[in-house]
């Protein structure tokens, strides 16, 4: 749940607040990461265009742009991609949050 979502005249609940807190750090570190990677990347491609002077669709500038804005939909920082089909760091959190609760729930199933 997006904090969009929560009623906006009520306090934050703490749990889901703390729970939004972690999800966007979650997505900080990967979005730093990213930038991490793709500047030292983006100088290799463009010396590797600079030499082989290829079309633009076949560039590694581009394709690394592309690749660029694929992770930024991954990553869905801002929650910009919502109700997208495509893989994010969201609906992953959501999957590991549900296959906890299930085996949270097999455990108490099989202790009782």
């Known amino acids: ?17 703390f729970r939004h807190l972690a999800i ?3 997505k900080l570190v990967a ?13 290799l491609a463009f010396i590797a265009d600079a ?9 590694l500038s581009y394709k690394l742009m592309l690749a660029g804005q694929r992770s930024e939909r991954i990553i869905n920082l801002f929650d910009q991609h919502d109700g997208s089909k495509e893989f ?3 609906s992953t959190v ?5 296959a906890v609760q ?9 202790e009782a």
């Open 1 to 17: 749940m997006q904090l969009k979502d929560l009623p906006q005249d009520e306090p934050l609940p703490l749990k889901k607040g």
């Open 31 to 43: 979005d730093a990461l990213r930038d991490v990677l793709l500047s030292p990347i983006s100088i």
């Open 51 to 59: 030499i082989l002077k290829p079309p633009v669709k076949k560039s």
């Open 94 to 98: 959501v999957e590991v949050e549900l």
């Open 24 to 26: 966007f750090q979650l």
């Open 102 to 110: 299930r085996e949270l729930e097999k455990r108490k199933e099989s």
């Open 88 to 90: 994010t760091i969201d």
